[in-house]
């Protein structure tokens, strides 16, 4: 799969997933007063998480078919190449030096001259993503390394006996398993956890109040069981791959704000009032010291001291509530509808957005392309090089070009030695694309091909059910197998496995002047 096809999955991911934000951050007005400051963190990780899941390629594993196309195109009748090809792939015809045949046509894709290349825009608009993407995570990466290494240079093992108990018994109350490495630390104003693989609480080894010591403990160590960090770090990745949308730093500052939120609430549950007056004064008092510094980031601040009051306001204005089963059902439904909404748009963006079209249209080009090429040199009994369309590393290529050489060039001697009536006219045929699977910078292209029966076709129309894979080679959809009637293979290409030798053409005369009584 390459960066353009995974940009083009971006693009849908991001008009799917702003769709829920915007959704979620109307639901979260509108019952405001309703929900647990919980349950808004979670439906947030839902929302921001919406930009992530490739609906598409979910909906291709659960079918069997990929794309069904109910398209047909009828190619021959008066012209030799459609409308709907001439627009597509036109072909330049070129004369190229060939000693056994006097010269040869080649087909060669038509260039797109001009000012404005759209295909040049696109590659420039892919990159320009890729390099903000990976700026973003790669700054955001080098900071936090950059923090920890200051933190843990100037930390050492905890030697407060209190704080090892309130972690012990918190993790024995919780029933956490995983070990949690406590460190002491000369330069943070309060505690704060670090690391996602190798979890670090670190205390300040400044005096702290046992009881305030154990409330912001307790705030940290929520953060450790629901392993926020790790869903931060996610966060950061997918702010990182649409940082083009605003949408999305949103959704991260409301991820952010109610994670903090939603461990207060925990924390300060079962406290009374004179409890939650305490805890907020606590926080209050802790944060307005650590604005400015790296510190802040222990609960997630913003950096404004506006965020701080509100969330004071929060703190004391909260109380305990239990959301009923009917609100929580209600809560379900809302969620999943959402994200189906979500699913929907992404899907429906894909196509607006032309995620396959161009890809489809350029693989339809190659094989109309490779049957009118073929067709066009057995008129005009003239080779036209068909490798354009074909990955010639296949024997069966290699094979396709030396049996159409053969055909026109017995066609054309045939015809000037006037020994039978030599077909001129070109009988439409149709191509009815019944699935186009692609996968990456791979196709399955099934075609059936109708034709008119009783006329006379060339040998490399085959009717029926022709089978196409191919593979996009710098740029350039290419045919590597075709699979059809065998006794039509046989007929013409003989082999797809050995390479028939080149065509000696004074040996082709010799026995086309036998065939017909000629000595």
């Known amino acids: ?43 947030w990780m839902v929302g921001l998480f919406c930009f992530t899941i490739p609906w598409n390629v979910l909906i291709k594993f659960c079918k069997k078919d990929s794309r069904v196309l109910n ?20 072909l330049n015809l070129q004369l190229t030096e060939n000693t056994a045949q006097g010269g040869a046509l080649t087909a060669l894709p038509s260039e797109n001259i001009g000012y404005f290349n759209l295909e040049v825009l696109r590659k420039v608009i892919v990159y320009v993503w890729l390099i903000g993407a990976i700026i973003f995570f790669a700054w955001f990466l080098m900071r936090y390394i950059w923090f920890k290494l200051i933190l843990v240079r100037n930390s050492r093992e905890c ?23 406590v460190l002491e630390n000369d330069i943070i104003p309060t505690p704060m956890l670090i690391g996602t693989i190798t979890p670090i609480l670190l205390i300040p080894a400044k005096a702290i109040v046992r009881e305030d010591l154990r409330l912001i403990i307790r705030h940290e160590l929520v953060h450790f069981k629901r392993k926020d960090v790790l ?17 999305v730093y949103f959704a991260v500052l409301k991820l952010n704000r109610e994670c903090e939120y939603s461990c207060d609430e925990e924390v300060i549950r079962k406290l009374k009032k004179d409890g939650k007056r305490r805890y907020a004064e606590v926080l209050y008092n802790t944060l307005l010291v650590s604005i400015g510094s790296g510190a802040g980031a222990a609960f997630g601040l913003v950096g404004r001291k506006e965020s701080i009051v509100e969330r004071f306001r929060f703190i004391m204005s909260l109380e305990a509530r239990k959301m009923s089963k009917g609100a929580k059902v ?4 809302l969620v999943l509808t959402t994200i189906f909404l979500s699913a929907f748009v992404q899907i429906w963006a894909k196509d607006i ?39 010639m590393s296949k024997i069966q290529n290699q094979n396709k070009v030396i049996a159409l050489k053969k055909l026109v060039f017995r066609r054309k001697y045939t015809d ?10 070109h009988f439409p045929y149709e191509l009815h694309y019944k699935n186009i699977e692609l996968d990456g910078n791979k196709s399955k292209v099934v075609i059936d091909l109708e034709i008119k029966l009783k006329e006379a076709y060339p040998p490399f129309i085959s009717y029926g059910e022709n089978i196409f894979e191919l593979e996009k080679q710098d740029g350039t959809w290419k045919i590597t197998k075709h699979i059809y009637d065998k006794w039509a293979l046989m007929f013409y290409e003989f082999s797809t496995d050995q390479k028939l030798p080149e065509p000696d053409y004074e040996q082709i005369k010799k026995q086309i002047d036998k065939d017909f009584g000629v000595k």
């Open 71 to 90: 398209q047909s195109i009828i190619l021959g009748n008066s012209s030799h190449i459609t409308s709907k090809l001439s627009n597509t792939s036109s």
């Open 1 to 43: 799969m390459n960066i353009e096809v995974i940009f083009k999955w971006i693009l849908a991911m991001t008009v799917g997933g702003s769709v829920a934000v915007l959704i979620f951050a109307i639901l979260s007005k509108i019952f405001k007063e309703n929900l647990s400051a919980r349950v808004k963190y979670y439906i």
């Open 231 to 247: 869903v931060k770090w996610l966060s950061k990745l997918i702010n990182a791959l649409h940082w083009f949308n605003p949408l």
């Open 330 to 333: 209600f809560a379900v439904v």
């Open 353 to 391: 957005l032309s995620f396959e079209s161009s890809e489809i249209e350029a693989i339809k080009s190659t094989i109309e392309g490779f049957y009118e090429t073929q067709y066009k040199a057995y008129l005009q009994m003239e080779y036209i090089d068909i490798t354009p369309y074909l990955d």
């Open 159 to 181: 030697s407060n006996e209190y704080c090892k108990r309130i972690i012990e018994r918190y993790c024995r109350l919780k029933r956490i398993s995983r070990k949690i490495k």
């Open 416 to 425: 000037e030695k006037k020994y039978c009536y030599v077909e001129k006219r």
